[in-house]
């Protein structure tokens, strides 16, 4: 019952954001706003993918999933979650050159580029996971073909193969490492310069709504790598079965839940555009 009523939150919570923004044209206009729209609608789609099979288990104790099920259920739930990585990368560059460079932000942040990049972090993310796709159907499973984990993911598929997979973890790791360092280290030396330029901000007025703007972001993204970090590059392959669950959860349940929370709902922008709705 906790999990559904998360689960019914998360998704009112994540499209009521992003159907808040395409209501108002000034800021579905505004790349900032055009990005946290992707976002709540990139989580609603990511809950989808995990939570009804999660309940579903719960419910019954034990669900079959065809094979092929499985495999499409731990494909989008990488591509999604890469995606979301790439679209955080994004959110932090839009947020240097506003703050960085103000001057040349309409220049630099055109609707064209907006579309490349939103295009780009959509391609990216669709077409990493294929590499994992493909060295998972290579395995061969000889039973029992019982998957202990709340959904379908690289991990608990691993276990079940009747081969050696270490060669397989091996390469699956260093692919979700360079992945993951590449863009968390794009994102670190972005902040490190947005907080640079921030400090040597003379108006304190000026510096707090910088420091404002960026605070709900960086929080999404310590949430976000932190619980990345946990469960797809850690350097050994047996950890306990409640660790994986925990950390599962953790990923796919309470960061689309959190999200609407500390950086949507927070906004101000957003909250007037509700108010006038309501009014209206």
């Known amino acids: ?21 395409l209501a108002d ?8 706003y055009l990005f946290i729209s992707t976002l709540s609608f990139l989580e609603t789609l990511y809950i989808n993918v995990t939570v009804p099979f999660m309940l579903m288990c719960m419910w019954r104790g034990k669900v079959q999933i065809k094979f092929n099920h499985c495999l499409l259920q731990m494909y989008l739930l990488h591509s999604l979650g890469i995606t979301e990585n790439y679209l955080l990368n994004i959110m932090a560059y839009d947020r240097m050159v ?9 220049t630099v942040m055109t609707s064209k580029h907006c579309t490349i990049l939103l295009s780009s972090c959509w391609l990216l993310g669709f077409t990493s996971p294929i590499i994992h796709l493909v060295s998972v159907l290579k395995l061969p499973f000889c039973g029992p073909n019982t998957i202990n984990h ?3 993911d690289l991990s608990p598929l691993l276990k079940l193969s009747c081969m050696d997979t270490s060669f397989t973890f091996i390469l699956n790791f260093l692919i979700s490492l360079c992945i993951i360092s590449c863009t968390f280290f794009f994102v670190s030396v972005t902040y490190i ?18 420091f404002s703007t960026c605070a709900s972001h960086l929080t999404t993204v310590l949430l ?17 079965l409640e660790y994986d669950k925990l950390i599962a959860v953790n990923y796919s349940v309470l960061i689309p839940f959190l999200n609407p929370i500390i950086y949507s709902f927070r906004n101000k922008e957003i909250k007037n555009t509700f108010k006038k709705l309501l009014n209206r």
Not at 25 to 32: D, E, N, V
Not at 98 to 106: D, V
């Open 1 to 21: 019952m906790i999990l559904l009523l998360i689960y019914f939150l998360t998704v009112s919570g994540n499209m009521s954001v992003s159907l808040l923004i």
């Open 25 to 32: 044209k000034h800021l579905i206009q505004t790349p900032m």
């Open 98 to 106: 506003a703050i960085c460079n103000p001057l040349r932000y309409h």
């Open 150 to 152: 709340v959904f379908c």
């Open 193 to 210: 310069r947005i907080i640079i330029t921030i400090l040597r901000m003379s108006c304190t007025y000026g510096r707090k709504k910088a």
């Open 224 to 240: 976000f790598y932190g619980s990345l970090a946990f469960i797809y590059i850690r350097p050994k392959v047996e950890y306990s």
